[in-house]
């Protein structure tokens, strides 16, 4: 039906080649947007969430956690920075490895914490403190996150090439406008007599 329609369009008198070039332009528009926006998305999720993973699972190949014991109130002299400060500040802690024995280091413990109460650490192969690994739900978001810019980043591309060659249409439509009522116009207003 639409094809029916463009070919009409081709046969008025009103209608020149740059009005044909815009309707099919505008059909392959949508047609990219309903095949390569889900393709970009998905392409990119199933990527940058495989790179995720393996980050992850190198992460926790690399991270163990070890239960210590808090040496001293936290003070605010050892706070950590930016939004962490309010829930987590540094305070010297104890544990017991099996290969090197006790030791102690200054780590990441809750504000509220008390000397003597037990806290998780998470060290690295080297035995400095780290964040934890990264979970299977920030892996999941992120790969989701990354495959929504970039189905969204394909949609804008279309349509700012699209919008594009809409003004070159109209610019052209114009053009051939003023050179046909430049020929016929003189006819209709009696200014060329």
């Known amino acids: 039906m639409r094809t029916r329609v463009l070919s009409r369009r081709r046969r008025?008198?009103?209608?020149?080649?740059?009005?044909?070039?815009?309707?099919?332009?505008?059909?392959?528009v949508v047609v990219?947007?309903?095949?390569t926006v889900p393709l970009a998305g998905v392409l990119t999720t199933r990527w940058t969430y495989a790179d995720a993973q393996a980050a992850a699972d190198e992460q926790r190949a690399d991270r163990h956690r070890v239960r210590a014991e808090v040496l001293e109130r936290?003070?605010?002299?050892?706070?950590?920075?930016?939004?962490?400060?309010?829930?987590?500040?540094?305070?010297?802690?104890?544990?017991?490895?099996?290969?090197?024995?006790?030791?102690?280091?200054l780590a990441r413990v809750p504000a509220h914490v008390r000397p003597g109460e037990p806290v998780?650490?998470?060290?690295?192969?080297?035995?400095?403190?780290?964040?934890?690994?990264v979970?299977?739900?920030?892996?999941?978001q992120y790969g989701v996150g990354m495959g929504t810019l970039a189905a969204g980043s394909t949609a804008a591309v279309l349509l700012l090439a699209h919008r594009a060659v809409r003004r070159v249409a109209l610019r052209r439509r114009l053009e051939e406008w003023?050179?046909?009522?430049?020929?016929?116009?003189?006819?209709?207003?009696?200014r060329g007599v």
């Open 74 to 105: 936290p003070s605010k002299a050892h706070a950590s920075s930016g939004s962490e400060r309010r829930h987590a500040t540094r305070a010297t802690v104890r544990w017991t490895d099996p290969e090197e024995g006790t030791r102690t280091a």
């Open 178 to 190: 003023e050179r046909d009522w430049a020929r016929t116009g003189p006819l209709w207003t009696h």
């Open 135 to 140: 979970d299977d739900a920030s892996v999941w």
């Open 32 to 35: 990219l947007l309903c095949l």
């Open 12 to 28: 008025g008198p009103l209608c020149r080649r740059s009005d044909v070039a815009e309707a099919w332009t505008a059909v392959a």
């Open 120 to 133: 998780h650490v998470w060290l690295d192969s080297r035995g400095r403190e780290v964040l934890p690994p």
